[in-house]
């Protein structure tokens, strides 16, 4: 079976990202070849530069592709045209031998929102070691409200509505969120919120728990948000912010480090609690709402 994947320095890239895109034949004895390879178009695009990257892709007669990533007018596209879109974060080596081992599921929406919107959604959230839940264990007790800020598709939405006396999944992309109504909608513990992180319905001190994974390094007024997300805690509230380690050779070009995020906070009177490593790629940090 013929893949394409959007490739930089060995690693699987998003559409628009990436150096150079692959083909190659995966086979069902678990072996692959490459058998092209080629500088990506999106490179020269001016914008919706992951459709030049489909179309290639769809001109060399392949319908399946691995990307890091994909915004709506690529996923867009690639539904409108019969792409399958499947996403993983590492190496290529290690998403082919996931591909053929029926390891990946094929992507049920775009993993970010538009750049305007001024955040993203959950990208990246089935990196290797973020797959379960285990790290988010020990922060979360039954009958918590909790806020899944940037929910995306839902995956952490899925595990914390098993918890929560009130479980608030918030995401701006429309389509997104209406994969996340769809899905957990008949619960009658979640509320789903198509809003922006930065003006919630939330009410005042209500939260025990609010929840970012992959947003806050691309929210535009990251004072706002942080202010409303201190607006919405309890007191002595916290908020787990999961982000890319700044060596991560893939992800967004805009990585946070983790002294930089808790400066934020700092300023609206927050303390560290913890610094975790929560896969190889990611940090955890873990920040309490001073009472």
């Known amino acids: 079976m013929k893949i394409a994947i959007s490739v930089s320095n060995g690693y699987v890239a998003g559409p628009g990202e ?6 190659v034949d995966a ?24 459709v030049f990257m489909l179309r290639s892709v769809l001109e ?28 993983f974060n590492g190496s290529v080596g290690d998403a082919i031998r996931a591909f053929i081992n029926g390891k990946l599921q094929e992507a049920s929406g775009p993993t970010h929102a538009e750049h305007h919107h001024g955040h993203h959604t959950h990208g990246h959230r089935h990196v290797e070691g973020l797959g379960n839940y285990d790290f988010l264990r020990p ?21 914390f509505k098993d918890y ?3 479980l608030y999944c918030v995401d701006i992309d429309e389509l997104v969120i209406e994969e996340v109504r769809r899905k957990f909608g008949g619960y009658g513990n979640v509320t789903v919120l198509n809003e922006d992180i930065v003006r919630t319905s939330i009410p005042t001190a209500s939260v025990d728990l609010a929840f970012m994974s992959n947003v806050f390094h691309d ?14 805690l309890k007191p002595n509230g916290r908020i787990l912010i999961i982000e890319f380690k700044e060596d991560t050779p893939f992800g967004p070009p805009f990585k946070l480090s983790p002294d930089e995020v808790e400066r934020y906070f700092i300023k609206e009177g927050f303390i560290k609690e913890q610094l975790l490593d929560v896969s190889p790629y990611h940090y955890m940090l ?6």
């Open 27 to 50: 086979k069902a004895d678990g072996s692959y070849e490459v058998i092209d390879r080629y500088e990506n178009p999106a490179r020269y695009a001016q914008q919706v530069r992951g």
């Open 18 to 23: 990436g150096d150079e895109v692959w083909i």
């Open 164 to 166: 929560a006396s009130r």
């Open 219 to 232: 929210i535009e007024d990251k004072e706002s948000a942080v202010k409303e997300v201190r607006r919405m």
């Open 60 to 87: 060399r007669g392949v319908n399946t592709v691995i990307l890091s990533e994909i915004g709506p007018p690529g996923y867009r596209w690639a539904v409108a045209n019969g792409i399958k879109v499947y996403i």
């Open 286 to 291: 873990v920040l309490k709402k001073i009472a």
């Open 139 to 159: 922060f979360v007790v039954n009958g918590m409200v909790i806020a899944d800020l940037g929910c995306g598709d839902g995956y952490y939405c899925n595990f």
